[in-house]
Each structure stands twice: as structure tokens, then as C-alpha cells.
């Protein structure tokens, strides 16, 4: 994924507590009013679902439909957190759900030292890790926790 999804490893992934992001996740919505955050595992099946608004829910099939893609991209083995409410504002993932910020293994010495003035500004500490390679092997150093 990096290679595809972050300038051929010049970008950054943050790495989610996931308990700590479900929690946050689930006192974010209302189930019943079909309302809210939500994660998911993505599913690959090798046929498309077929999604009944008959016998699901807009909800159920707003989520089936977002964490649904086709079987190449099984490697990915990702999760998707969405939010199906109308709002008009940047949406803020808590930052006790963050346990790391990783740095990709083409990333430039001034693209790291960004990373850690970001992660630096917030009140809890997260820790950095920076990518290497070894012998065809790629490998996450820490380079602190800030």
C-alpha cells in the first residue's frame, strides 16, 4: 500500500489503536436513527453483494457499500471508518486512538522532521517510526515519541 497510496513511500500512515477508535466510533453515532461512525473490515468477495434496500436498511446498505471492494485487492487487508452524517466541518479523530506515525521509506529528512513537528504539537505522546531497508526487507525504526 505504500508504494501505491503514498507517493512511492514519501508519505505517512497513522497507525489506530483500534479498541480505543471503535469506542470512539460507537459513543459517535446513533444506530437507531441510522446515524454516525462506523468501523469496518473490508470485505473482498469474488462475486459483487447484492444489496436489497428491501431487506436492509439505507444504513446497512451505505455500509456494505463502502466497505465492500473487489477480490484483486484482498492484500490491502484494510478498515474503513466512515460517517454517514451530513456535516459540514473537518471531523477530528480523537488523539488518544493514535498510537504511531510511521514515515515511509522514500520520505526525505525534512519530511520526518514535519512529522515529528506535528505529531510534537499534540498533548499525548505519539511515537514516531521512520522506514529502512535491509537485505530486501523493510523495517520500522523508532525515532522517538513525541
Known sequence: MWRK?????????????????NEWCQ?????????GY???????????????ASELS???VFEKAVTTKRRK??????????????????RQVPE??????????????????KTIEIVDHYARKIQVLKASRANDIVRFREVGVF
Open 73 to 90: 485487492y484482498r492484500w490491502e487487508d484494510e478498515y474503513r471508518m466512515v460517517s454517514n452524517d451530513v456535516v459540514h466541518e473537518a
Open 38 to 52: 462506523f468501523l469496518s473490515r473490508v470485505e473482498y468477495p469474488s462475486t459483487p453483494p447484492v444489496l436489497s
Open 58 to 60: 439505507s444504513a446497512q
Open 5 to 21: 497510496y503514498a507517493q512511492s513511500h514519501t508519505g505517512f500512515c497513522v497507525q489506530f489503536d483500534f479498541d480505543r477508535l
Open 96 to 113: 488518544e486512538a493514535i498510537d504511531s506515525v510511521a514515515v515511509g521509506l522514500g520520505a526525505s529528512r525534512s519530511d520526518l522532521e
Open 27 to 35: 459513543a459517535k453515532s446513533s444506530p437507531g436513527e441510522g446515524r
